[in-house]
């Protein structure tokens, strides 16, 4: 009130920038179903040892092709994803959860080629994985360039801008696991601004929407 009596301005709230995904933001909790994995079996590559993801930073994509990808990320690099037709994350409704399996750094050019020329195979093959198919193109499409975009990386709510932005090319593979689901392989090329390149390998589970809260 004394602000605008002696013509003070006064502060505007600050702006929330991310968006809540049913109830999942920065500084919130997922809690997971482990039926969700646990049901693959012992066939499945996919572990996990907790049921709870604390949620550290946050990642925003905007697909080319239209629709966007909210990431959720834990100190020890846990992905929680839902992809959305809208920024806000309101009509999300495609969601997996993704665990670290190996991080690369190429040490030469012949090691960046290698990897791109890999992300456009059918398969993915890697030596202590199952071999698992393209996802994204059914494997009679032959070699398919990968898709890229930039993520946008926040690890505080009320941040104006991101804390940093990371350029990806990847291809995203699966193998059905019969009657008990399937698992995902996320294979990544990310090279953050001003950072250096790394290839990462992720493997993952699909979730419906019955198998976390927030």
């Known amino acids: 009130m004394f602000g605008k009596l002696f013509g003070r301005k006064e502060e505007a709230a600050p702006t929330n920038r991310l968006a809540v995904v049913r109830n999942i933001t920065i500084g919130r909790s997922i809690v997971l179903d482990p039926l969700a994995w646990r049901r693959l079996g012992t066939e499945a590559s996919f572990k996990m040892d907790r049921d709870v993801m604390e949620i550290t930073a946050q990642g925003l994509v905007k697909l080319d092709a239209g629709g966007w990808v909210h990431r959720f990320y834990t100190d020890d690099h846990l992905m929680f994803q839902a992809v959305s037709d809208d920024r806000e994350g309101f009509e999300a409704n495609d969601f997996t959860l993704f665990v670290p399996w190996r991080s690369l750094y ?22 202590d994985l ?22 946008d990386i926040w690890d505080d709510r009320a941040a104006v801008r991101p804390v940093s932005r990371i350029f990806q090319t990847c291809m995203l593979y699966n ?40």
């Open 130 to 151: 199952p071999p698992f198919q393209r996802y994204w193109f059914s494997e009679d499409e032959g070699r398919q360039p990968p898709v890229a975009f930039w993520e």
């Open 175 to 214: 193998r059905d696991l019969g009657d008990e689901g399937r698992e995902l392989l996320l294979a990544i090329s990310m090279e953050p601004e001003g950072g250096e390149l790394t290839h990462e390998i992720m493997v993952g589970v699909p979730l419906s929407v019955g198998e976390f809260s927030a």
């Open 106 to 127: 190429p040490t030469s050019g012949q090691d960046k080629r290698i990897w791109n020329d890999r992300l456009q195979d059918p398969v993915w093959l890697e030596d």
